[in-house]
């Protein structure tokens, strides 16, 4: 399966972003899919994953302003990014496997940039 990442950009604090992960080709082994960020210097950090059935799990940092939801239809997982923070800023990746931490494919980071 590959992976397209799209939706980062550059907004104030307390704004909304809502990236787009668009998946294609083979996706038999896909059940899980996830975001993760990474900021310079440091390991790449999850935020949220939603399985093939819909249940969801989020960051405890990002909970109550992030939602991950997916639209089977289209192939495509959206993490919905509100009341954004400066600490929210990072190249967010998202990744798809059987289950969380197995993943198969990883898509391009697209950046996401808070500024206060």
């Known amino acids: 399966v590959q992976l397209q990442a799209s939706g980062g950009g550059l907004v104030q604090a307390g704004g909304s972003l809502r990236l787009s992960c668009s998946a294609s080709?083979?996706?038999?082994?896909?059940?899980?899919i996830a975001w993760y960020r990474q900021t310079p210097g440091s390991l790449r950090d999850f935020v949220a994953s939603?399985?093939?059935?819909?249940?969801?799990n989020l960051k405890d940092s990002v909970k109550g302003r992030f939602t991950i939801s997916r639209d089977n239809a289209k192939n495509t997982v959206y993490l919905q990014m509100n009341s954004l923070k400066p600490e929210d800023t990072a190249v967010y990746s998202c990744?798809?496997?059987?289950?969380?931490?197995?993943?198969?494919?990883w898509g391009q980071g697209t950046l996401v940039t808070v500024s206060s």
């Open positions: 990744a798809a496997g059987p289950w969380l931490g197995n993943f198969l494919s």
């Open positions: 080709g083979s996706s038999s082994d896909i059940n899980t």
């Open positions: 939603i399985t093939s059935s819909g249940h969801t």
